[in-house]
């Protein structure tokens, strides 16, 4: 149905090109050697818990799929099921394929930490991390391309949209709550209780909370940026079809393409040379990556014969994407004033240092809601809702990179925990000690940039939500503030998000509490763990934090979308779009501020754990650890499902708007 | 210029009686006997601190309303600036006799619990809370009649309304952070550092401390709920005036005046007998003057002839505060599960207790957020927006009876600390604190009800806000969601409450501190204070919690003001719209929120220490102080500002709408 070639095959050229690349990049880590056979044994019981947990946890997910596929046959059609699969699949496979080379990775860069040092290592932990960015952006274009092209229909492509947003909700709040589950429960036992050092292999939850890094931090936060990723070309693809403009249907595919192209030459001045510094090094393929983009889409921009003004509205959401993830960078880094002063703060006591860091993570939402307002406006004076949704794909664009960035994180971190739990030696620990530091910079940049991403698609839904309504009603259908409905939508919208914080945070503490009792009961039971000659059941953890996500995750999972639901046949589409607004406004808020708060709380820990303050062990150290804690499930688990939950609903509402409109009680 | 008899001068009539009647019962108060020489100089303590924060709060403020009252005259006219300064007077007289009688009530409630127990105490410190409640309303709807009855014209009364506003600012969270630096200093140094039990007069805060009762819990919260309801009143008015039926305009003037026959005959039936139950009297009086409310309205209604969905909007109100009000008191209340949850939590650690309560305070704003949404919908739907305006009006006519509540609280918290302090022995000790646990209860409750009312006030100030605009360009401007200049708005006006949120608290740190020096300089520098034989030096800690607060706000209202501003001459009226909308909706959320939060973590702390899970001196209650102290600044400082700043920022945008109109760089 597709005439020779068309400028948008760029997207599924890139996209085969990013998964070659990523296959490559696989079998160079693979190849590497994986060390001594106690590292190996390490390796394997982390590789094993992070499989039992996809394992669990996609058995599940497919329940739950199939039962979303029926319905969605049901009441929608049978396409719609088949290709909601398909997302489902693809968001799958992109999990599968980033936790297989984390767990890989992590004990391959420890091992070349022992024979090369940092110059051997860091290739290794960030080729890892480029292996899962380069997978997802790859497998993620790919499949729009084949929606695409099988159907000619950007709606299509919703329906794989949602099936990648469903499973990255579970993904990424659920592998929140276990991570989160396993270092509390892990760090009360083992350090308060029984005064065991962290990641001490007599833990029983030592490997669950090795896992938990992958789990959460490695194939959560890349099919949050997945799910992100399909919604914004989506949402721009919808906005481009109704436009009436035949090249602006095709054009995100386009700047999307030229984003893996970018993303992949970024990747590649990624190196590390002697005495240099790994956090400036992966700065720089950022930066590298946002110039080649800004250039490329440009020059396409001319050759194609695209209005300039779509591209100055994709370099403007590029630019929101990178103040966000500045801000959050200076909010949460431990060598800036307010990880310094929150650290100061715990010299009077946990309390003030709690309360500091809180209001230092109310500050931080200001420049991102400035960002996101402002950004926003500039995308719609340039090139109206179209605008905005090209403005969502130039900030996602470069997902590829930014992903390699964030998936490196947890491989350093599992490095050091290996390289410590098989007794490399202080110097092997120190040096993933600094490759794990990096990460931490860039993982706070990537929150920041992800939240910000998000944010702008989630606009560029909502205004894809009126115009898949439009079509169906053939007029526009207004959402006024002062129209009751909608502002009843708005106060109603607010509180999905908060109750969805509320209930996760306290599904955190609840599967602590059974992992705790777990532990302790090991160690009552399990003659000679404490001395070091039994051997702990950590499948028994692992178990736990597990089958504890889900039965945390399922019933909010349920909450939130038939809400969603609900409210729509109820109150009809103007209240929706209220609803949908709202969601927008309180989790975009909750998101920047539970991310930075937690990431705040974290450094200034660091900060006086590197020697101010009185060190270690001082009073003001057990009242940052107290804030750290309190940050945890803020910035792991609650913070980053926020997203994800915000594209799943708009994405509901805008599925089910031929029912609602058709059935609603109240009408449009 | 007004004929014979009217409906609406029913306001001014009620208005005199409710002054008279606080008058009778002021001196009714101050006729009974001060007790020994002991109490009477500590009372004389308190009394003088608290004049001093009046005093000097006063005379910056003056300088303040003068500089305004020119800018209006210079800007706007200077019949705005007069009557500016008259609401400035209202607000400021009604602050000052709130105190008065507070800090006379005290210490004769505490007599008389020692002279006759809890039915001779009770009357006391209720009847001391009833003159500032029936005060209150009094100034204040006599103020409003005054202004209506020489112009005629309800735009006036905006003059009015903003004067209250900005002082209530000044009272609210300048007594906000006033008390909680007292708060937290004397208990870091007193409790902490020199382990000297609380409301010992050693400690140089303790007075600072009882000071900040006064002037946090009773002067601001009555400020507060004046404030809300000149706003609610003045608004219905406009939208009423701008409607074309001319009762419209009045009839929020005819039920206020309703309101405040309902509260005198409300608070005539709160009295407590051999064995009664201070809390269930209190509530019964609350209930009485609802029913009443309703009952007269009704007759009213049909009287005068209103539509009947006037008076249904009106209960709407009424019932949309009573369940903000009901949800506070379940999600705070020390035996219901919130509490009790949140105390078992922090057997774990401070941490979880914090989490836990974070989380229920989170759960608490869906039924806040409900209640809000399909109130005003319900309201709309019955009369279009005067329905929300005449419904804001119906939840703050029992205004009356609510402040009564809530000025008891602090009369029986300080009472309290009198009686320990003049060491009146255990009985008495015991009997005035019964009368403070009552207080704890109405004013939970007090907080999500005045909360609830300025959220529905906010909604009819922004309603009345588009009829301002409307009657200057003479067609009705849309606030429409996806207009990009109302969601630049909404995400930069979000941003207002949570700056204000965070520099508040860090405001209240950085105070705390200096008193904590201050405090530690005396036991340092003056002889034998530590062994009761020097006397401490009350009034430094009095001048530096007084001028801290004016200090850390000042900068804060001119930066709320400003912003405000700038972005409606930036960005025009459409972009203030969305602003005013992004402050209700975080400025709602946040409050509900902190208020909540707040209170539980409090009495979570309280439930521990009346003998579960260890008790007092645990572990557990250690962790719960913590908790305690974050919760803090929520409830008592942070949270409770934010209503009157959305009112300031809303009536400002209101008030400078011509201007902006005439002059902003984007126009409408």
């Not at 003001?620 to 499930?633: E, R």
């Amino acid at each position: 149905m597709m005439t020779s070639f068309e400028p948008w095959l760029i997207a599924p050229v890139s996209s085969v090109l990013s998964i070659l690349i990523g296959l490559f990049l696989y079998n160079y880590v693979n190849s590497k050697d994986a060390g001594t056979e106690r590292m190996k044994q390490i390796a394997g019981w982390i590789q094993e818990g992070s499989r039992t947990f996809l394992r669990t946890e996609y058995r599940y997910l497919g329940i739950f799929v199939v039962v979303m596929a029926v319905l969605l046959s049901l009441f929608l059609n049978v396409k719609v099921g088949i290709i909601y699969v398909f997302g489902t699949l693809c968001s799958g496979l992109a999990g599968i394929i980033g936790m297989e080379i984390a767990v890989k990775a992590n004990v391959r860069t420890a091992n070349a930490a022992k024979e090369g040092g940092l110059i051997t290592a860091f290739p290794i932990a960030f080729r890892g991390g480029a292996v899962m960015g380069l997978m997802v952006v790859g497998i993620a274009l790919f499949g729009i391309s084949v929606i695409y092209w099988l159907t000619g229909d950007p709606e299509a492509v919703l329906g794989m949209s949602i099936g990648a947003s469903t499973l990255t909700l579970f993904m990424k709040a659920g592998g929140g709550i276990y991570t989160k589950t396993a270092d509390i429960a892990a760090d009360l036992v083992g350090k308060v209780e029984l005064s065991i050092p962290e990641d001490d292999p007599r833990n029983p939850a030592v490997i669950a909370d090795n896992v938990g890094d992958n789990v959460g931090d490695c194939a959560g936060s890349g099919a949050d940026l997945f799910d992100s990723y399909v919604a914004a070309v989506m949402a721009a693809m919808i906005l481009g079809g109704s436009s009436g403009i035949a090249y602006l249907k095709t054009a995100p595919l386009v700047f999307a393409g030229i984003g893996i192209v970018a993303s992949i030459i970024g990747i590649a001045t990624v190196r590390v040379g002697e005495g240099g510094d790994p956090g400036k090094s992966l700065n720089l393929g950022t930066y590298v990556t946002c110039i080649v983009f800004i250039a490329l889409t440009y020059g396409a921009s001319v050759l194609f014969g695209y209005d300039i003004r779509i591209w100055q509205a994709t370099a403007a959401g590029l630019l929101a994407g990178i103040v966000i993830g500045m801000t959050s960078d200076y909010y949460t880094s431990i060598n800036r004033s307010p990880a310094i002063k929150t650290a100061e703060a715990a010299q009077t006591g946990a309390a003030i240092n709690i309360l500091t860091g809180f209001s230092y993570g109310l500050m931080s939402c200001f420049p991102a809601l400035l960002g996101i307002g402002i950004g926003s406006a500039v995308a719609y004076s340039l090139y109206g809702v179209y605008g905005v949704g090209i403005a969502a794909v130039g900030m996602l664009a470069i997902a590829g990179v930014i992903i390699a960035g964030d998936a490196y994180g947890p491989i350093g971190d599992n490095a050091k925990g290996i390289a410590e739990m098989s007794e490399l030696g202080d110097e092997v620990v120190d040096i993933t000690d600094e490759i794990d530091a990096a990460g931490n910079t860039t993982k706070a940049i990537t929150k920041g940039f992800a939240i910000g991403a998000a944010g702008l698609t989630a606009l560029a839904l909502l205004a894809s939500y009126q115009e898949i309504v439009k079509s169906l009603v053939g007029t526009t259908i207004r959402f006024d503030l002062m129209d009751p409905l909608v502002m009843m939508g708005v106060f109603v919208g607010m509180a999905i998000p908060v109750i969805f914080s509320a209930m996760i945070i306290l599904g955190v503490s609840k599967n602590a509490f059974r992992m705790i009792e777990e532990i302790r009961r090991q160690f009552r039971e399990i003659p000679g763990l404490m001395e070091g000659t039994g051997k702990p059941d950590y499948g028994a953890c692992v178990s736990i934090a597990t089958m504890g996500a889900l039965r945390e995750l399922l019933p909010l999972i349920v909450f939130s979308i038939s809400t969603t639901l609900i409210l729509g046949f109820v109150a009809g589409i103007r209240a929706l779009a209220g609803y949908l607004s709202g969601a927008i406004f309180s989790g975009f808020f909750l998101a920047i501020l539970m991310a930075n708060a937690g990431g705040l709380w974290d450094n200034s820990k660091k900060y006086i754990e590197s020697g101010y303050f009185g060190g270690k062990g001082s009073d003001a150290h057990k009242a940052a650890v107290i804030g750290d804690t309190v940050g945890d499930p803020f910035k792991d688990t609650a913070g980053p499902s926020l997203n994800t939950l915000v594209t799943v609903i708009s994405q509901i509402a805008s599925l089910f708007a031929p029912l609602i409109i058709a059935y609603a009680l109240i009408g449009l």
